[in-house]
């Protein structure tokens, strides 16, 4: 089993940042990778950044140049920096892990940003 718990998100006028964190627990040697999804109302949820086990990163085009998903294996953690933020990013932001062996997803329980324009 693996924990996810996220924090961070808040309200914030656009063009400001915010840094998400993921803390993982558990079972965290079976993650292959982590990342962040985001859910804005009526919308499907759609994946904003992945960073593998290896270090690889992806992002969802339209937040490439403005966020950043790193990692600190000391702490567990998972971080989302969120720059220039646009009225648009405005969602609930899920932390989520993949395990390969049996292949399973985790998910936290999300945290709302919300960009007020």
């Known amino acids: 089993q693996v924990q996810l718990v996220e924090s961070g998100g808040a309200l914030v006028q656009a063009g400001g940042s915010l840094r998400l964190s993921c803390v993982a627990s558990g079972s965290i040697w079976s993650i292959s990778a982590m990342g962040w999804y985001r859910q804005a109302p009526g919308k499907q949820r759609e994946l904003v950044a992945r960073?593998?086990?290896?270090?690889?990163?992806n992002y969802a085009d339209s937040v490439k140049g403005r966020f950043t998903i790193s990692r600190d294996n000391a702490k567990n953690t998972v971080y989302l920096q969120m720059n220039s933020l646009k009225p648009e990013d405005t969602a609930v932001y899920s932390c989520?892990?993949?395990?390969?062996?049996?292949?399973?997803?985790?998910w936290g329980q999300g945290t709302q940003v919300t960009v007020s324009s």
């Open positions: 989520n892990a993949i395990k390969v062996t049996p292949p399973f997803d985790y």
């Open positions: 960073i593998t086990r290896a270090g690889g990163t």
